[in-house]
């Protein structure tokens, strides 16, 4: 037995109803509609089922917020200074294009953009040698989910 049901001789009930309570709202809930299908009746399953719950949803967070992070998933590689400098005449051959004015895109408008100033790599200049060459290549490697 557990020191603290030893000590004040609770019932499982009773300290699954107090544990219970002491849930994040939405552990609590969760946890209600998986015991509408299975009853648990000791404290000990309540508990590692509850951990389980909680340890799904923060996993789940975790995922939304990777995808919503437009850092991880950008388009356009860092490359320093001015590497993405978008000129006036590119942007307004964009704006002609129908594209965001920023990244060249067709799906929005800039208005709706949450991406960074960056060029295609069409509208890149190459670099002839060097490290800036070398980053050039790199940046037209693919990546896989969004690691290099």
Known sequence: MSGVKAHDKWSDTALIAAFHQGLKAEVRSKLIEFTLHKSITTLDKFISTACLIDDILFEARQELREDANPSTSAPCPAQGGSGNFVSRN?????????????????????????????LKP????????????????LSSVPTLLGKV
């Not at 942007?91 to 960056?118: D, I, P, S």
């Not at 069409?122 to 290549?137: C, F, I, L, T, W």
């Open 122 to 137: 069409s509208e890149r200049s190459k670099p002839e040698s060097g490290k800036a060459a070398e980053v050039e290549e």
């Open 90 to 118: 590119v942007q307004e051959q964009r704006w002609k294009a129908g594209e965001c004015t920023k990244h060249g895109v067709k799906l929005h408008k800039l208005e709706e953009c949450k991406n960074g100033w960056c």
